[in-house]
């Protein structure tokens, strides 16, 4: 049973996948810039813009992390599962996700943030 309310549950999970989404923005950006796309600029801002949003909502998060004190960190990463440990208040929580579900949810993160900028 988790001691952390659902709105604080929001902005740590928030500040767990968007790292992972912007990795995957970048390094998608400088793909599409080395390919072979006759032209490259719609798809590069494209990318660009979903960046920025996603640094932008990143930042939100961490700040209100900062604020309400709370704090994030990968603990242990094996083939299958990941665990983090989330302090709130005083309380250390520990939480393993199913590295696939962590997939899933970034790849419906993309989807989300490549619509909202178009």
């Known amino acids: 049973m988790t001691r952390i309310p659902e709105n604080d549950r929001e902005f740590i999970e928030t500040a767990l996948y968007l790292p992972m989404l912007l990795k995957i923005l ?5 793909l599409i810039e080395q390919g072979s796309f006759k032209i490259k600029s719609p798809y590069v801002d494209i990318v660009e813009n979903a960046i920025m ?3 932008k909502d990143l ?3 961490r700040d209100h992390l900062c604020k309400e004190k709370i704090k994030l960190e990968e603990i242990k990463r094996d ?5 983090y440990s989330f302090i709130y208040k005083g309380f250390e929580e520990h939480h393993t996700y199913f590295n696939p579900r962590l997939r899933n949810r970034t790849e419906e993160l993309l989807r989300i943030y490549l619509h909202k900028v178009q």
Do not use: N, Y
């Not at 970048?26 to 400088?30: A, I, P, Q, S, T």
């Not at 083939?79 to 665990?83: G, I, S």
């Open 79 to 83: 083939a299958d599962f990941t665990m």
């Open 26 to 30: 970048e390094r998608d950006k400088v």
């Open 59 to 61: 930042k939100i998060a």
């Open 53 to 55: 949003t996603v640094r």
